[in-house]
């Protein structure tokens, strides 16, 4: 064979690999789409693990029931992607889903973003993919990155620098930040303490440091155009938080993980007043359930006009929709 005939050989196969990836697209947008009109509320934290015990052999069976025990699920075993549509479906509630690249960190295989997609596209009237993608995979997460959001719909991606073992203002992480801000999608960060580990030797080897708020401030700095949303009451710093969000035109807070009974004070003031427009319903579904969430908010002393804001409007700016 010549070279040219073999390179000729190669370009069909890569065109032919490319038409897949089209034709995937299509099948996925071909399901009934999102509505953002008419759902009552958009979560904008919810978690997707792998389903039926696959990582029982690497350690992650012990670590689900801390988990478990941890936030008092009264589960033994998360919850898989189409039982979390069904529980959204009936609510009526838009719910943005995503797991944890954590493998280098955990040893835990990572949920493959692309299964998570092809998933969350079978129940695309409700469901909303992000992806996540370890900022240690340098330059071939960035071009997985780019491929997700292309042709598989990835609508925002996830971090978690405690479960992820980074410094969220590592020069290491912007080459994947650049793909990010290039796409033109969200990303989302854990800050603040975690129950990932919590109570296990160690903690299970991770460090809560990683998860200060400020640091994503250098990132908000250096990639302006990017949406940043530090999630959780960012307990132990959380003015940190307030402050990053206040001062940074493109920096969000999501509300999850915590039931709003436990909100510090400061956090509902600036959600009522300075960060109405800022400031996100989310509830780290299944560790804590909608239902729990926003009964426990209707508690809250939020005004009535900033309400919408938080359970729907300001997640469409977010995301674009
Ligand atoms: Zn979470």
């Excluded at 919810?46 to 696959?54: L, Q």
């Excluded at 042709?151 to 992820?164: A, I, L, V, Y």
């Excluded at 807070?253 to 800022?278: E, Q």
Aim: aromatic content about 12%; overall charge negative.
């Amino acid at each position: 064979m010549k070279t040219g005939e073999f390179h000729l050989d190669r370009c069909t196969i890569a065109h032919k690999l490319l038409d897949f990836g089209q034709l995937l697209s299509q099948r996925m947008f071909a399901n009934a789409m999102f509505d953002p009109d008419t759902v009552a509320a958009i979560d904008i934290h919810t978690h997707a693990e792998e389903p039926c015990g696959t990582h029982a052999d690497d350690g992650y069976a012990e670590f689900q029931a801390g988990m478990q025990k941890y936030f008092r699920t009264g589960r033994d075993w998360p919850p898989a992607i189409p039982e979390t549509a069904a529980y959204f479906r009936e609510r009526n509630i838009g719910a943005v889903i995503f797991a944890v690249d954590c493998e280098r960190e955990t040893g835990f295989r990572r949920y493959d973003n692309e299964a998570i997609a092809e998933e969350a596209a079978e129940h695309s009237d409700i469901l909303i993919p992000f992806a996540s993608i370890d900022p240690a995979k340098g330059k071939a997460g960035a071009r997985e990155a780019r491929r997700l959001v292309e042709h598989f719909g990835m609508r925002g991606f996830k971090f978690h620098p405690t479960m992820q073992g980074f410094y969220p203002n590592d020069r290491s992480a912007y080459v994947l930040y650049e793909a990010i801000a290039e796409a033109g999608v969200p990303a989302l960060f854990h800050t603040g303490q975690t129950g990932v580990g919590s109570g296990m030797p160690g903690g299970m080897g991770m460090r809560l440091k990683y998860s200060n708020p400020m640091y994503l401030d250098d990132v908000a700095v250096d990639f302006p155009e990017m949406t940043i949303v530090l999630a959780h009451p960012s307990f132990p710093w959380q003015e940190e938080a307030l402050s990053v969000a206040n001062h940074k035109p493109n920096v969000y807070i999501d509300l999850s993980g915590w039931s709003p009974k436990y909100f510090p004070p400061i956090l509902v003031r600036y959600a009522n007043s300075l960060l109405r427009h800022k400031v996100l319903f989310g509830s780290d579904w299944p560790a804590i359930t909608p239902d729990r969430w926003l009964a426990d908010f209707e508690t809250l002393n939020i005004k009535d006009e900033v309400k919408p804001l938080i359970l729907k409007e300001n997640a469409r700016k977010v995301l674009g929709i």
